[in-house]
């Protein structure tokens, strides 16, 4: 795809589009979240400037806590730096949020760095050492789907990934907490980039189902992590 030559003034000039185009109950709204946020859930994904949570979802400011990162990694608690902790220990204990999603998505630049190895980052020590929070979802994928190759091995480690970061997810405190409670639900997604398709996992099936014929249903604590899952 092409880009004009000034990728700046192409925002810019989006913004001056939102500006002019907000109708007056959509100020009013953006009103109201001035006061705060309330929102439906967190939903944990990737960086990739493919995936839009709000656009695929519909949903609207104030509707979605977003965490974002390369391949929507989450690692165990205490592992990292990072601000991912920091986010959802505030979604879940100042925000309320009950529901959170971890959604995966196909043709993740991420994923395929994992598959690689670390030759293939080896200039990017930073990228290299936050893909070994991962490292679960290589281990899986290289031992139980050696039958397959290229965007089907891809989007194995695509679903296995995001299965494999709710169990990280589980680590947390805050969540660890709810989740005895009975008061946080998890859900694993995987939204596939060409055909602008979700796909939910279902642990009745042991798969990702399409979401429209099936729906979104809560992740267990006990997941049997190498069965068949290929959308």
């Not at 925000?95 to 293939?120: D, F, N, R, W």
């Not at 979401?211 to 249903?217: D, M, N, Q, R």
């Amino acid at each position: 795809m092409v880009r004009k030559v000034n990728p700046m003034k192409e925002l810019v000039e989006g913004f001056h589009r939102f500006q002019q185009s907000l109708s007056k109950s959509e100020r009013e709204s953006f009103k109201k979240l001035a006061g705060g946020q309330n929102p439906l859930a967190l939903f944990i994904t990737c960086s990739d400037s493919r995936i839009d949570p709000n656009w695929i979802t519909q949903s609207k400011p104030g509707d979605l806590f977003i965490l974002r990162n390369a391949g929507n990694i989450i690692p165990p608690y205490g592992a990292s730096g990072g601000g991912e902790a920091a986010t959802i220990e505030y979604a879940v204990a100042n925000l309320g949020v009950k529901e959170i999603i971890v959604c995966g998505h196909t043709y993740c630049g991420a994923m395929q760095a994992l598959l690689s190895g670390p030759e293939s980052v080896a200039d990017l020590p930073a990228a290299r050492a936050w893909l070994g929070h991962a490292e679960a979802t290589r281990r899986i994928t290289r031992e139980n789907y050696a039958h397959l190759e290229g965007n089907s091995l891809l989007t194995a480690a695509v679903q296995e990934n995001v299965l494999v970061q709710l169990e990280n997810l589980r680590t947390h405190p805050v969540v660890a907490a709810g989740l005895v409670r009975g008061t946080i639900k998890l859900y694993g997604w995987v939204y596939k980039i060409d055909k602008a398709e979700v796909f939910a996992y279902v642990p009745g099936r042991g798969q990702f189902l399409a979401l429209p014929e099936h729906p979104s249903v809560p992740i267990p604590s006990a997941m049997q992590l190498a069965v068949k899952r290929i959308i």
